[in-house]
């Protein structure tokens, strides 16, 4: 059976911007992109 190698992304719906983007710096240390209006990370 093959294994999962890669993922690309994923798109959870959030409700509370300011706290997604706070966690997504202190835990993961992604840092935030504001592309096109939308709210992005990656990680670095």
Known sequence: MAG???IH???VPISDH???R???E???C???L???GT???RCV
């Open 39 to 41: 709210d992005s990370f």
């Open 30 to 32: 992604a840092e935030y």
């Open 9 to 11: 992304h994923v798109n």
């Open 4 to 6: 999962i190698k890669l």
């Open 18 to 20: 300011e706290r997604t």
């Open 26 to 28: 202190k835990v993961l």
């Open 34 to 36: 504001d592309r096109y």
């Open 22 to 24: 706070e966690w997504y």
